[in-house]
């Protein structure tokens, strides 16, 4: 079965530090594809990135980069010199493949909180 | 813009009624899907449509119905409304391009409360 670990439920760091955010994944597919989500406060879920698995060079957009590591099956989240408005919930999720197509199969996501 | 809506975004109802949660794209996507969130679980995966009079069940799909009679809706019924049932409903939908696990696009959620 597909499953995706966000072993950290809760962070909370002070701005301009930096933060990797954990994702662990289980999948038998030998293509796949791993996403991360932001929640912010308002509740609407952003797509940040999404990578497949035949792509294992890291990502860099401004201040976010993406660690994908097959041999460890992880795909971790770091955000350099954080921000307040970084405060969210972010979630890993990994493709599912299904009869007709595929569906996300979410982690149970982590809460960043940045403090001045 | 392309978007996609969902109706109502708050709602309140009572333990046995009907109720039918809206969703509506433009961005002529074939694939929706309805998530469910809850404390704790993250979205877990109700139904899902990947085109006009295909419906497929999810995860947890016990207690909820949708269909699918044209591109842009995807309604959410549930049948007989139960407090387990109390929960933030999203919905989404992505373009299918071959076998490519494109990314899902959301809309901003329903909170659905049962009394």
Known sequence: AQKVTQAQTEISVVEKEDVTLDCVYETRDTTYYLFWYKQPPSGELVFLIRRNSFDEQNEISGRYSWNFQKSTSSFNFTITASQVVDSAVYFCALSEALDSGYALNFGKGTSLLVTP | ?115
């Open chain 2, 1 to 115: 813009d392309a978007e996609i809506t969902q109706s109502p975004r708050h709602k309140i109802t009572e333990t046995g009624r009907q109720v039918t949660l809206a969703c509506h794209q433009t961005w002529n996507h074939n694939n929706m899907f309805w998530y469910r969130q809850d404390l704790g679980h993250g979205l877990r995966l109700i139904h899902y449509s990947y085109g006009v009079q295909d419906t497929n069940k999810g995860e947890v799909s016990d207690g909820y119905s949708v269909s699918r009679s044209n591109t842009e809706d995807l309604p959410l019924t549930l049948e007989s409304a139960a407090s387990s049932q109390t929960s933030v409903y999203f919905c989404a939908s992505s373009e299918s391009v071959g076998f490519s696990y494109n990314e899902q696009f959301f809309g901003p959620g329903t909170r659905l409360t049962v009394l």
